[in-house]
């Protein structure tokens, strides 16, 4: 009797006490996960926050930072933004839609996220209504003027090759008197998402063991430009467009742009923006499914420690890198006779094993895809996702690096967004074409050939690295697919794949890992 | 003397009568011709290859440098030498290059081949193309996985080693680069080569002489194809601020370029559309 009492009371202390620390870990997770500018919070040597498949963890090489000074974190400029206004740790220093939506509840559109210098459709609209910010609130965008004609790159004026004109403004910032192509600041809108600001250090590590194009640009082979501030060849893995040169050059830009900092950041801030985006890695650590990434039992390319060892800037597409390393120790299949909750873990695991197989090895017709196929690969180029594009060891890069119009922003591969402007792009007659629409395109976004003014460039954006991605859809620059099941179904659409059902589910499960 | 059965010199006298006769065996013919190239596909485990209809043969497109491969959606023009018994992609082989004829695109050019079974690729393992130290250490690496899976992770593809230092005499070094028809790009083990003379002028000294032309190329049909006027400037203006990006000064080299088009033979005309390095050593 006395003992039946004993355990009753056992029982009901251990479940309130659960029921304790999981009110503290998430009221710990409420306080974590919208980081403000100011918040004089510590950036610890490890942290983790929730997503809604597990857990994404940050390891900060360089130890404890007290933020409350941090030019990464505190609002330099008059619109009360900092870095991390864009680049949340909770969303794998990006931003995902979900946390976008919140703060839009819980500030009622008034955080410095909604500035409406980029935080809007267009400065101009009436600012706070959700109308005026739906790209934002929707899609994840964040508008960037870009200038026209482009400006000088890496030294050297650019004579653009075709001329651009505004078909649909859906935001009207592109034919707006004091925002548009028009306008005495000529610039052209276009509207991307946020890129995950962790792993940088890999970003910034000129390619190896692809001699000549360790220091070569491989579309036209000739010398990666150089850092204005360096002087040293960088590989231009920054920014969509390759446009973020080095870290501190693109901290000056989003300074200007984004925070509207019209002082130039000092020295010292430059100094310290580097060291910190050089110094944090991070990955998906914890999956409600599979359970801790890290530990020892895991493949080793899972959790953030991998991107700690793993060796920078290196091909993967190969028989021991496998590009994320190792899988096959989860590749058991189910066992029948295990309880049914260890059986769906046994069979996640199982799955992603098998996505990371199907990444790397199911090969399909890659074809017409413009500064891509036409840089000497052939078309098509039959190869797979991993092998493809996404080869660099624990990254999921193009090591190359890769600038490709998949089909996303140009027409007329892409799905058809009413949301976004669109342009039509006439190239001069004397130039090379855009190698396979020709001189005539109408696309969403004319990415790196606003950069370049070259016709074969438009609507070429860079690959971004595959870390994190549970922690910040929606997915691709444009932010086209809400899901990894959209990302894979796009893929499977544009490319003609005929991936199974299973293999889809195997895929996305495989990405959420990472 | 040793004497052969009647059957066996009688198939020697026709193997020397279908040499001579034909001169195809002895001397390799040469071609040039634009057409659609078709993509076959040789398997799951491997890239397409391509290959060209022309005249009534099939000929599989080599593509000597490494990617610059051809391209559906756009002509390519062949120019070589055929190598007969020799196959690619299941067809003759040419020895030459491959240009993709960037400047239009044709849609009608997009025919793949299923794969039916008829060709395969030697292992496509990248670590068998590896020098082979590096292959030593990759293999070792792989067999260390199912005890360490962290092995995985450890880099297998290394940097090449840097170039080694030269030693005096110091000689004159000749190097050409080509260029596809009516493009500025080089191959990458071209660019190698460059960079290994400007290696080897850090050690000579030095000055580059530097000559740009463009070529014409006489296709089967007779018909000739000249690149676009300004073609050899275009090149030799990019070649010096590639030689500048090297670290070169404008006293380090002089270029000179032959704007009007080398007169088209039909045979290697391909060789008429570079750009020639002559690096004369310091006294």
């Known amino acids: 009797m006395y003992n039946k009492y004993l355990e009753r009371l056992t029982k009901t202390c251990i479940t309130m006490l659960v029921c304790f620390s999981v009110f503290l870990a998430n009221a710990a997770e409420q306080s974590g996960s919208w980081w403000s500018p100011g918040d004089d919070r510590v950036f610890p040597r490890f942290s983790e926050y929730q997503n809604a498949s597990g857990r994404f963890g940050i390891i900060n090489t360089a130890g404890p930072i007290d933020t409350s000074k941090h030019p990464f974190f505190a609002a330099k400029g008059p619109n009360g933004r900092a870095c991390v206004t864009c680049h949340q740790p909770s969303d794998a220093m990006s931003l995902s839609v979900s946390t976008i939506q919140q703060r839009w509840r819980d500030t009622k559109g008034t955080d410095p996220l909604f500035a409406a210098i980029d935080g809007s459709n267009c400065p101009s609209l009436p600012q706070g209504k959700p109308e005026s910010h739906s790209l934002l609130l929707e899609k994840g965008l964040i508008r960037i003027a870009m200038p026209w004609p482009p400006r000088p790159f890496n030294g050297k004026p650019i004579d653009p090759e075709f001329s651009i004109e505004v078909v649909r403004d859906p935001t009207g910032c592109n034919l707006d008197p004091e925002w548009g192509i028009d306008s005495p600041s000529s610039a052209i809108s276009v509207f991307r998402r946020p890129r995950p600001v962790i792993n940088i250090a890999h970003l910034m590590e000129l390619p190896h063991g692809v001699p000549p194009f360790n220091n070569f640009f491989f579309n036209d082979a000739m010398p990666l430009p150089k850092g204005p501030d360096t002087g040293l060849t960088v590989p231009q893995q920054l920014m969509a467009d390759g446009r973020g040169l080095t870290p501190k050059y693109q901290a000056t830009d989003a300074a200007l742009t984004h925070l509207q900092l019209f002082d130039a950041l000092s020295d010292n801030d430059l100094e310290e923006i580097e060291a910190f985006e050089r110094q944090i890695y991070g990955a998906q650590s914890f999956d409600n499914l599979a359970g801790d990434l890290t530990s020892p039992e895991s493949p080793p390319g899972l959790g953030p420690q991998a991107l700690v060892i793993s060796p920078k800037a290196r091909l993967g597409n190969n028989p021991l890198n496998k590009i994320f390393g190792e899988f096959s120790m989860w590749a058991s299949t189910a066992d029948e006779s295990q309880e049914v909750q260890q059986d769906k873990v046994k069979a996640f695991k199982a799955s992603v094993a098998r996505g990371s197989e199907i990444f790397r090895e199911v090969r399909f017709y890659i074809s017409d895809v413009g500064m891509y196929n036409d840089k000497g690969l052939g078309n098509p180029f039959k190869r797979s996702c991993g092998s493809g594009c996404h080869n660099t060891l624990s990254m999921g890069m193009d090591l190359s690096p890769g600038f490709m119009d998949l089909g996303l922003n140009n027409f007329p591969w892409q799905n058809r967004r009413s949301d976004l402007p669109l342009f039509k792009i006439t190239c001069r007659d004397d130039v090379q074409p855009q190698s396979f629409l020709g001189r005539e395109i109408y696309t969403h976004d004319p990415g790196r050939a606003l950069i370049t003014g070259k016709c074969t460039d438009v609507g070429a954006t860079m690959t971004q690295q595959l870390r994190g991605l549970a922690a910040r859809a929606p997915y691709f620059a444009g932010g086209a697919a809400a899901n990894l099941r959209e990302l894979v179904d796009f893929y499977d659409r544009r490319f003609n794949i005929g991936y199974t059902e299973q293999e889809k589910a195997d895929l996305v499960n495989f990405m959420r890992t990472l | ?283």
């Not at chain 2, 193309?129 to 996985?145: G, I, T």
Request: aromatic letters at 8%.
């Open chain 2, 1 to 283: 003397m040793r004497v052969y059965p009647p059957s066996t010199t009688l198939r020697i006298a026709i193997i020397i009568w279908t040499c001579v006769t034909s001169g195809k065996i002895l001397a390799n013919e040469h071609t040039a011709f634009v057409t659609c190239p078709i993509a076959r596909d040789i398997g799951p485990q491997s890239d397409v290859c391509f290959i060209a209809e022309y005249n009534g043969k099939t000929y599989g497109l080599f593509d000597p440098n490494g990617y610059n491969r051809p391209m559906l959606k756009h002509k390519v023009m062949v120019e070589g030498e055929v190598i007969d018994g020799e196959m690619i992609c299941g067809a003759t082989r040419i020895n030459g290059v491959l240009s993709v004829m960037r400047e239009e695109i044709s849609p009608e050019c997009n025919q793949i081949l299923p794969d039916d079974g008829s060709v395969r690729t030697k292992n496509n393992n990248l670590f068998l193309r590896m020098p082979e130290e590096h292959r030593q250490r990759a293999f070792k690496l792989m067999a260390q996985v199912a005890d360490n899976p962290e092995a995985s992770l450890q880099e297998a593809i290394y940097d090449p080693a840097p170039f080694p230092p030269v030693k005096p005499p110091y000689v004159r070094q000749m190097l050409n680069l080509h260029y596809p028809f009516n493009s500025k790009r080089s191959s990458g083990p071209e660019l190698r080569k460059l960079l290994y003379l400007i290696h080897y002028a850090k050690f000579s000294g030095g000055h580059f002489v530097v000559k740009s032309y463009q070529g014409a190329t006489r296709l089967d049909n007779g018909e000739v194809m000249e690149e676009k006027s300004g073609m050899a400037e275009e090149r030799a203006d990019m070649f010096a601020e590639l030689l500048i990006e090297l670290g070169l000064n404008k006293k380090d080299y002089s270029i000179e370029v032959q704007p009007e088009s080398v007169a088209a033979t039909g045979v290697g005309d391909w060789k008429n559309r570079r750009i020639s390095v002559e690096l004369n050593p310091a006294e």
